[in-house]
């Protein structure tokens, strides 16, 4: 993005959001609508596949902004990674590519891929939020914002839970990363979410939650411990 790019989408955003401000239905304060927002903007910096410095900065100062997008997934993980690799002043070859990595999953998928948007995996969302993880068996599959899967898997065992390889009848909660590309249905996690779909249709109760509801649980007991 060169200056002339930055100081169109700058002054762009304002007049945009002018203009829908008081359409019935549409709230800017809302979670949502900040969502939708950094997604914008994110769409824009990896338009050509490039991130430089100064959209870093750029990205790291928006986020400073909004203050609502950073308390909440998936804007929170992002602003962490961002603040982290501008601490010391230097971003190398290895931070740029790390970064670039979380901004093409929060945006769907790489664009030689095609751009995606609509998050596709929630046509298979059972359940939003997670009751209680203690002596439950959870499969996480997918790529997730927040961490490896071996991250997630110690995470569950702390919060009493057995993490397993596969879908079977004894699942309790099947975890997905909820940034997904549109072709999620033919990849080896889409297979696990069609196996979860079919024992939920013969009557079994896994339940297929995001990783957005499983960073909410997580994240409640931490704080109250």
Same mark, same amino acid.
């Given at each position: 993005?060169?200056?002339? &790019?930055?100081?169109?989408?700058?002054?762009?955003? @304002? /007049?945009?959001m002018e203009t829908y401000r008081h359409l019935p239905g549409v709230?800017? =304060?809302?979670?949502?609508? #900040?969502?939708?927002?950094? &997604?914008? $903007?994110?769409?824009?910096?990896?338009?050509?596949q490039q991130l430089s410095d100064d959209e870093i900065h750029y990205l790291s100062w928006w986020m400073k902004q909004n203050s609502m997008l950073r *308390?909440? =997934? @998936?804007?929170?993980q992002l602003y962490q990674t961002v603040e /982290? !690799?501008? $601490?010391?002043?230097? !971003?190398t070859a290895e931070e740029r590519e790390e970064l670039q990595q979380q901004l093409m999953l929060f945006i769907?998928? +790489?664009?030689?891929?095609?751009?995606?948007?609509?998050? %596709?995996?929630?046509? %298979? !969302?059972?359940?939003?939020?997670?009751?209680?993880? =203690?002596?439950c068996t959870v499969c996480f599959t997918g790529m997730f914002l927040s961490g490896t899967r071996r991250q997630c898997e &110690?995470? %569950?065992?702390? $919060?009493? *839970?057995? +993490?397993? #390889?596969?879908v079977t009848?004894?699942?309790? =909660?099947?975890i997905i990363g909820e940034l997904s590309s549109r072709d999620w249905r033919f990849s080896?996690?889409? /297979?696990?979410? &069609?196996? %979860?779909m079919l024992l939920q249709e013969k009557g079994h109760s896994v339940r297929i939650v995001t990783e957005e509801a499983w960073l909410a649980h997580a994240n409640t007991l931490h704080e109250s411990a």
């Open positions: 993005m060169c200056e002339e &790019e930055k100081i169109h989408l700058m002054s762009a955003l @304002p /007049r945009l709230d800017f =304060y809302s979670e949502e609508s #900040d969502k939708l927002l950094l &997604e914008g $903007l994110c769409q824009g910096l990896m338009g050509d *308390a909440h =997934y @998936p804007g929170k /982290r !690799i501008l $601490l010391d002043g230097i !971003i769907g998928n +790489p664009f030689e891929h095609g751009a995606v948007t609509g998050m %596709a995996t929630k046509l %298979a !969302i059972s359940d939003f939020e997670i009751d209680t993880l =203690y002596d &110690e995470t %569950a065992l702390l $919060l009493g *839970a057995t +993490p397993q #390889d596969s009848q004894k699942l309790d =909660y099947l080896s996690y889409g /297979r696990k979410i &069609e196996k %979860a």
